[in-house]
């Protein structure tokens, strides 16, 4: 009896074996065996698609009507709601701004409730020559945002009966969409205490300088003021420029309220004695006039 159940038994390995099966533990009579884990699936998150940010909005283009009712920001204009050094910070931007339209809106905010204040032409006013302007700083937003932007005239009027704090230059905040937007790697610069202009690259490369003739403490050059250049062009009539380029600039003097006919502009230009001062205005050589003539309208102006 005893062989016979070892022969089963062994029978029964042989077959388990045959079949491949590997038999690791023994459960007692009424044990359940071990318990087979659930397979479980695992379930890759599904990704958070990142939201599209929404960009923030700009005024909308106003119509021909209310720009032509505005008034045009041209360098002999006041228009009080301009802004200027005390309201922004102009930063070098390295950048030109070109209206793509007859008119272009300026306003005194970025806001996309700002109502425009005021207009800046296509064409210098009274030359009639293509008009570009310097960009000093960018407001993110459809469309290419707002552009803080030189303009050509005063918000204020100096000398008596005027505002002894009046500034230089202004500034306007503008739609991008209204300008053709092109960069640019030179700039000038005008140091008012060491009475030198330099034409400097963005790399800070000097690559014009040479002493300049300036105002007096009664009718200074323009200081700390950032503007540009609002067009080069000869005019003969001016004889003491002997028909070298004048580079005229957004700005005015800070003393007197007008000279010459004209709004007290500020410009770079030739002049043949080269001893004494000016009357606000930058005297170089003729030389340096047709190096700055080179430069593109709109290229930024530095008065240190």
């Known amino acids: 009896m005893r062989r016979r159940g070892w022969a ?14 590997v038999v690791g533990l023994t459960t007692a ?15 890759s998150p599904t990704p958070t698609p990142t939201p599209t940010p929404t960009l923030r909005a700009v005024p909308a283009a106003p119509s021909a009507a209310t720009l ?24 070098d931007t390295w950048l030109i701004a070109t209206p793509r339209h007859d008119l272009v809106a300026l306003y005194a905010s970025p806001s996309s409730r700002a109502r425009p204040v005021a207009t800046l032409s296509h ?10 302007t310097a960009v000093w700083g960018r407001s993110p937003g459809a469309d290419g945002g707002m552009l803080l932007v030189s303009t050509p005239a005063r918000n204020r009027t100096p000398g008596d009966g005027g505002d002894p704090d009046a500034p230089s230059a202004t500034f306007a905040w503008a739609r991008a969409a209204d300008f053709t937007v092109a960069a640019t790697d030179r700039m000038v610069e005008v140091d008012v205490a060491a009475s030198t202009v330099s034409v400097v690259t963005k790399s800070g490369e000097v690559t014009a300088t040479e002493t300049a003739r300036l105002g007096t403490d009664e009718d200074p050059t323009p200081v700390d003021t950032a503007t540009y250049v609002e067009a080069s062009y000869v005019d003969t009539r001016v004889a003491y420029t002997q028909g070298n380029p004048i580079i005229l ?15 007290a502009l500020t410009a770079l230009h030739y002049y043949p004695d080269p001893t004494g001062s000016s ?26």
Not at 29 to 43: F, I, L, S, V, Y
Not at 282 to 297: K, N
């Open 249 to 263: 600039t957004g700005a005015h003097s800070s003393r007197i309220p007008s000279y010459g006919g004209n709004a």
């Open 279 to 304: 009357h606000g205005c930058v005297r170089i050589s003729a030389a340096m006039t047709h190096t700055l003539a080179e430069l593109p309208v709109g290229t930024a102006i530095r008065f240190r």
């Open 123 to 132: 064409l210098v006013s009274t030359i009639d020559l293509p008009a570009a």
């Open 8 to 21: 089963a038994v062994a029978g029964g390995a042989a077959l388990l074996a045959a079949a491949g099966i």
């Open 68 to 91: 032509a009712a505005l008034p045009l920001a041209y360098h002999d204009a006041v228009v009080p709601e301009l802004l200027d050094g005390a309201s922004v910070t102009p930063e």
């Open 29 to 43: 009579p009424g044990d359940p065996g071990p318990t087979r884990a659930a397979r479980t699936t695992t379930t």
